[in-house]
């Protein structure tokens, strides 16, 4: 499956951000999905598998409990792909913040009016 198929389902990304902080076992991640999305544990379980065989998300198990965590290899796929593009944006947000420091700037500088004592 390709990377963007496993990212296009809102249930595998709202995994993904549960993961975020750290391992979780996978009860609690099939209680939150549940809770949030309705389904089964067992359609919990086929998207864990997806992210686990996709490398965006490993699995640890401890005694009969399994904890998932965030895999970094299947976000570095990601981040591969999407940095072939970085180029067309960058310029553009190093421009925006140059204009951001330049008003800043300006408004620090600006003389204060003597009515309001708030700058010019």
């Not at 309705?38 to 598998?49: D, E």
């Not at 490398?55 to 570095?76: H, K, N, P, S």
Request: net charge positive; glycine share 8%.
């Amino acid at each position: 499956m390709h990377i963007f198929e496993v990212l296009a389902d809102p249930v595998r990304r709202r995994i993904l951000e549960l993961l975020v902080p750290g391992e979780m076992a996978s009860g609690e991640v099939v209680e939150a999905i549940g809770a949030e999305f309705g389904i089964t544990q067992a359609a919990v379980s086929q998207h864990l598998k997806v992210l686990r065989e996709s490398g965006f998300a490993t699995v640890r198990a401890e005694a009969q409990r399994r904890f998932y965590a965030v895999d970094v290899a299947g976000l570095q796929a990601v981040d591969a792909w999407i940095g072939q593009f970085r180029n067309f944006w960058e310029p553009k947000l190093d421009a925006l913040a140059t204009e951001i420091a330049r008003g800043k700037r300006e408004r620090r500088n600006a003389p204060m009016t003597k009515r309001s004592g708030k700058r010019a």
